[in-house]
């Protein structure tokens, strides 16, 4: 089973920028997609980013595309959410995850489909 960590969340201005960090261990990320969701106070879990296995392969909603950049580097065993022109929306703790299934790019965006989850990092964006 893999563990995974997340880390670099804070508080930040409308308009700054933050580097999410989620590190494994247990088990190598490099056959899995990765994903990113988050959480607001009083809604429910949603996907916001999603890299393939192989890094070839983006996917976000409309809502953080053009500011999030999902990525990952498999010789670290860690995936990076970079998050530019913040806004107060963005607020919620973040989540890693890693997909159940390996080397699928299936419904990327689908949160049942991933099996391992970090403990999140909260991320608070004021206006």
């Known amino acids: 089973q893999v563990q995974l960590v997340e880390s670099g969340g804070g508080l930040v201005q409308a308009g700054g920028s933050l580097r999410l960090s989620c590190a494994a261990s247990g088990r190598t990320l490099s056959y899995y997609t990765m994903g990113w969701f988050r959480q607001a106070p009083g809604k429910e879990r949603e996907f916001v980013a999603a890299v393939s296995w192989n890094g070839v392969y983006t996917y976000y909603p409309d809502s953080v595309n053009g500011r999030f950049t999902i990525s990952r580097d498999n010789a670290k065993n860690t995936v990076y959410l970079q998050m530019n022109s913040l806004k107060p929306e963005d607020t919620a703790v973040y989540y890693c995850?890693?997909?159940?299934?390996?080397?699928?790019?299936?419904?990327?965006?689908?949160?049942?489909?991933?099996?391992?989850w970090g403990q999140g990092t909260q991320v608070t964006v004021s206006s």
């Open positions: 995850a890693q997909m159940k299934r390996a080397s699928s790019w299936y419904r990327p965006g689908e949160e049942s489909l991933y099996d391992s």
